[in-house]
């Protein structure tokens, strides 16, 4: 399904943080969000899910399909949250429970949105662990989030995102709180991912090299501005507007 944004606005008191954004995510695509620190690459991604802070209020259009989420009650908004657009995060450690078992956490979820028993649910998660190559997940599934790596953590907090079989996924900065090591796993994964479900991917990182790696098109925001899209290999090789080359030359001696 396709989420598109138009002319996204954000503000918080007097303060415009998005000044009109616009972006076309498609499925089967992964689209890159890059841009300097505080540029608004969180906050787009936070308005597609209603999850702005206190106080801010969007206006413009964020429609998946035919439905305008910003038209959206608190109650309809909260069925499309975590069914159809989920979001990973960059710190899994933030977004699981220490205290369940990676077994509830993905069980709760889906229960609670798509109504499965006990039984069903213990076998879907079990899948889905698979899926995000957790090995030995019929076991795996029984352990508590500190007995992963910060990688497999982060495969599972994935997990948890694809639960309820999402049209759209939010990722952002899913690569930056892991060791290099393995940050090209969860890249490859979340590729395959895409590929695999047809799945529509909001990739938010600061990092032009991770971008280069697996997005299929990309935006680069600046001051609560897209200033450039485009696919990939023409923005990173070919940049239009002065700030993109100025964040490609930045890249230590790596030209994407
Ligand atoms: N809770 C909040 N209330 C008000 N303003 C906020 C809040 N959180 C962030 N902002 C402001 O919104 C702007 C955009 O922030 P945002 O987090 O979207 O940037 P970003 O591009 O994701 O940056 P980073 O790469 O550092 O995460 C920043 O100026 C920030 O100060």
């Not at 923005?235 to 700030?243: I, N, Q």
């Amino acid at each position: 399904m396709t989420l598109t944004i138009s002319g996204l606005k954000v503000a918080v008191g007097d303060r415009e943080i998005l000044r009109g954004v616009d972006l076309d995510l498609q499925p089967g695509r992964v689209h890159g969000l890059a841009g300097e620190s505080g540029s608004g690459k969180t906050m787009t991604g936070l308005a597609v899910l209603g999850l702005l802070p206190h106080g801010a209020k969007a206006t413009g259009r964020i429609t998946l399909g035919e439905r305008d989420l910003l038209g959206m009650s608190a109650k309809e908004l909260n069925k499309i949250r975590g069914g159809e657009v989920a979001m990973v995060f960059q710190d899994p450690a933030t977004s699981m429970h220490p205290m369940l078992t990676i077994g509830r956490q993905l069980t709760e979820h889906m229960r609670h949105h798509l109504g499965l028993g006990r039984k069903e649910a213990r076998a879907r998660a079990i899948e889905l662990l698979g899926q995000v190559r957790i090995p030995g997940a019929a076991s795996a599934i029984d352990r508590y989030p500190h007995q992963f790596s910060g990688g497999m953590r982060q495969r599972i907090a994935i997990a948890i995102a694809l639960a309820c079989s999402p049209k759209v996924l939010i990722a952002d900065e899913p690569t930056t709180a892991l060791d290099v090591t393995v940050q090209a796993g969860v890249l490859r994964l979340l590729r395959g991912l895409c590929d695999d479900l047809g799945l529509a991917v909001l990739l938010v990182t600061h990092d032009l090299g991770v971008m280069s790696a697996v997005a299929d098109e990309v935006s680069v925001m600046k001051e609560g501005l897209v200033v450039e899209t485009g696919p990939r290999g023409r923005v990173l090789r070919d940049p239009e507007h002065p700030y993109t080359r100025a964040l490609l030359d930045s890249l230590p001696g790596e030209k994407a």
